[in-house]
């Protein structure tokens, strides 16, 4: 039993000299964190994502609501702001010059806030074009990227923000 006990009151001072010895370091890390100003980084601006996957012109305008507006809050208090707005799947019909019924409030948008870009996927296209028997085409503000879903991936892994409406 009396080893047991040693053991046991060894082990609680052990802790407890840890405990001591790293309560110095944590007070001066959360001191030295909350006290130091900020450094000056330049702003970088805010980044935005907007997914449109399905077929549905209420979607797409929302899509459009959403960028629009929060383009607008940004430039209303001098802020810069990027979006994105990614089609794929059959999302794509909003930048399909056949097929869009939003191709209108994309040339308006595209002509009065180059800050909103629309990204249309090359794979959906592909295979639209394949099954349609004829080249599907889209409207001039559409920039065809490789994949709808890796480029959202990659901007979110960059830091951009993403929203589906």
């Known amino acids: 039993m009396i080893r047991v006990e040693h053991i046991i009151r060894l082990a609680t001072i052990c802790v407890a000299v840890l405990f001591l010895a790293a309560s110095p370091a944590m007070?001066?890390?959360t001191r030295s964190t909350s006290t130091l100003p900020l450094p000056n980084v330049p702003k970088k601006g805010h980044h935005l994502?907007?997914?449109v996957n399905t077929n549905d012109p209420a979607m797409m305008n929302l899509a459009l609501n959403n960028a629009t507006n929060v383009e607008q809050y940004?430039?209303?208090?001098g802020e810069k702001v990027e979006i994105e707005i990614v089609t794929f799947g059959p999302g794509l019909h909003m930048l399909r010059d056949d097929t869009s019924?939003?191709?209108?409030?994309?040339?308006?948008?595209?002509e009065k806030?180059?800050?909103?870009?629309?990204?249309?996927c090359g794979n959906?296209?592909?295979n639209m074009t394949k099954a349609e028997e004829k080249e599907v085409p889209l409207v001039p503000q559409a920039t065809m990227v490789k994949s709808g879903v890796v480029r959202v991936m990659e901007l979110q892994e960059q830091g951009w923000s993403y929203l589906r409406p």
């Not at 191709?103 to 595209?110: L, Q, S």
């Open 27 to 29: 007070a001066q890390s």
């Open 113 to 120: 806030m180059p800050s909103i870009s629309f990204m249309a």
């Open 49 to 51: 994502i907007l997914q």
């Open 101 to 110: 019924p939003v191709k209108d409030r994309i040339k308006t948008i595209a």
């Open 74 to 77: 940004y430039k209303s208090i």
């Open 124 to 126: 959906t296209r592909a």
